[in-house]
């Protein structure tokens, strides 16, 4: 059974940084294109940041580029196959439950559609 447990979530002061950490499990991800999407209250849930085993550069919706950094070891480096997003100069309408997802597809995605694997989510708070 596929698990990804997310963590690092928490509240922060406007301008801080948080970074989380997303842990695979249950099936081989180092094929797998990795993302962060995030759901405001109210709102759509919303691609953030992706890594696609192509190349291992990450790709950004345009609010958070800049000011997220998402990574993942090379598989060869590091099997645990864990993503991270490195969140920094945090804004208030950063806030929402973040979610981590996967995809066997090796392509860079963006759509929730394309992402069958999804984690539970890790709720980050940024206080003006």
């Known amino acids: 059974q596929v698990h990804l447990v997310e963590s690092g979530g928490g509240l922060v002061q406007a301008g801080g940084s948080l970074r989380l950490s997303c842990s695979p499990s249950?099936?081989?991800?180092?094929?797998?294109?990795m993302a962060w999407f995030r759901q405001a209250p109210g709102k759509e849930r919303e691609f953030v940041a992706g890594?696609?085993?192509?190349?291992?550069?990450?790709?950004?919706?345009?609010s958070v580029k800049g000011r997220f950094t998402i990574s993942r070891p090379d598989a060869t480096t590091d099997a645990r196959n864990i993503v991270y997003l490195q969140m920094n100069n945090l804004k208030p309408e950063d806030t929402a439950v973040y979610y981590c997802?996967?995809?066997?597809?090796?392509?860079?995605?963006?759509?929730?559609?394309?992402?069958?694997?999804w984690g539970q989510g890790t709720q980050v708070t940024v206080s003006s």
């Open positions: 997802a996967a995809t066997p597809g090796g392509g860079k995605y963006t759509t929730k559609s394309a992402y069958p694997y």
């Open positions: 249950g099936r081989t991800f180092s094929t797998n294109t």
């Open positions: 890594v696609s085993p192509s190349d291992y550069i990450g790709y950004y919706t345009d």
